[in-house]
């Protein structure tokens, strides 16, 4: 909903209606993964996607129906059928969508979550026997003493009572690792998909790769911070898009800027006085990339010191360093994309790099002396 929100916001201020599609469910070589969108206003305007392009138009089609009617209806695109070969699903996969008309006040709702930077759940019923109507869509916090259930009100409604306590703690009891998933629940099935607060790339050095870092990272959604006591550095001539730029310590700055588990830090000085610091207050935080710019015998150097400062093996195993995809590259954005390719395959859970901070550490120690 973050890259869609703005779109859909001038379509509801010029005044007209708006359906949302949501992928509930991908099999094969689907183009796109469950809790995929895609906004359509009245006048035909659209925002986001559900697949590579092949279904767009099919949905497109939907969407106006729902919109007329007011009805929400599930497509569904198998690679075998008729339909899915008529719109050019040749990729082998399949995939469901729930169009729904989109309810202004859960949208707002909505949007007043994400700008609080706050995780919550988007709940749609999509189907079952129960008597909640099919794209009734509510909003669901995890913590009890947040915000709690957002009913729609054009959509129809939560169930009443301990129906909805059930409904909500059944909610609030998926993993906080589980994205998206379908269930059941007093007859009613409902797809959920988690909306986790913006990530954050915190660059320790305005050096010439955090120029061309944060501006991969912008892109893709990040929030930017750029940290650096040299105040020749981080200047807004070189950092124009730059969300944050800290003239500070890092001992100070991390405390106004935080680290939470949506947060990537990358130390990029070769400074052990500007980077070691900044490492070690990484370490201390829950973020989910930590790398460290330099050589062998730079990582040795502040794997030495992170050690002597109490930090086992266990936990120096968090930084990756030398930081980025190896791609056998010296130009620095080069190496800017290959940190953000990087970061990127963290958050995502693919396969761990194995060029982590304690095996280059070894490997310059065990290197022979010239």
């Known amino acids: 909903m973050r890259d869609i929100r703005d779109d859909i916001a001038r379509w509801f201020a010029e005044g007209s209606s708006v359906a949302l599609a949501q992928v509930v469910a991908a099999w094969g070589s689907a183009p796109r993964v469950p809790g995929s969108l895609m906004a359509i206003s009245s006048k035909g305007q659209v925002a986001g996607s559900v697949s590579g392009g092949c279904l767009e138009g099919a949905v497109m089609q939907a969407a106006h129906e729902c919109l007329e009617t007011g009805t929400a209806v599930l497509e569904k695109f198998h690679a075998t059928t008729r339909q899915a070969r008529e719109v050019g699903l040749s990729c082998g996969g399949s995939v469901e969508v729930l169009l729904s008309r989109l309810d202004k006040a859960v949208f707002e709702d909505e949007c007043r979550l994400l700008e609080a930077g706050s995780e919550y759940l ?3 019923a999509c189907g079952g026997s129960g008597t ?11 913590a009890p003493q947040d915000a709690g259930p957002v009913p729609a009100t054009a959509q129809g409604h939560m169930p009443r009572g301990d129906g909805a306590q059930r409904l909500v703690e059944r909610c609030r009891a998926f993993p906080a690792t589980q994205r998206t998933g379908l269930f059941e629940e007093g007859g009613t099935g409902y797809f959920f998909s988690r909306q986790t607060p913006r990530p ?4 320790i050095g305005g050096v010439h790769i955090a120029i061309h870092l944060t501006r991969f ?4 959604g990040y929030h930017t911070a750029v940290i650096d006591p040299r105040r020749v550095f981080p200047t807004k001539e070189r950092f124009p898009s730059v969300d944050e730029l800290v003239h500070a310590w890092p001992q100070e700055a991390l405390a106004e800027v935080g680290l939470d588990s949506a947060s990537a830090l990358c130390a990029l000085t070769h400074d052990p006085k500007i980077d070691v610091p900044a490492l070690q207050i990484a370490l201390d935080s829950p973020a989910f990339y930590i790398g460290s710019l330099g050589s062998g015998k730079t990582q040795l150097s502040r794997y030495s010191q992170l ?11 968090r ?15 080069e190496i800017a994309l290959s940190i953000i390719a990087e970061i990127t395959a963290v958050k995502n859970g693919s396969a761990t790099p194995t060029s982590t901070m304690p095996q280059a550490a070894q490997k310059a120690r065990n290197a022979p002396k010239a």
Request: aromatic letters at 6%; hydrophobic letters at 40%; proline letters at 8%.
């Open 217 to 220: 990272a912008k892109a893709l």
């Open 200 to 203: 954050k790339l915190v660059c």
């Open 319 to 333: 930084i990756f360093g030398p930081i980025g995809l190896d791609i056998a590259s010296k130009e620095p954005s």
């Open 122 to 124: 988007r709940v749609t």
């Open 307 to 317: 050690l002597k400062a109490g930090y086992d093996e266990g936990a120096l195993s």
């Open 132 to 142: 909640i109507p099919q794209g009734s869509c509510f909003l669901v916090t995890p």
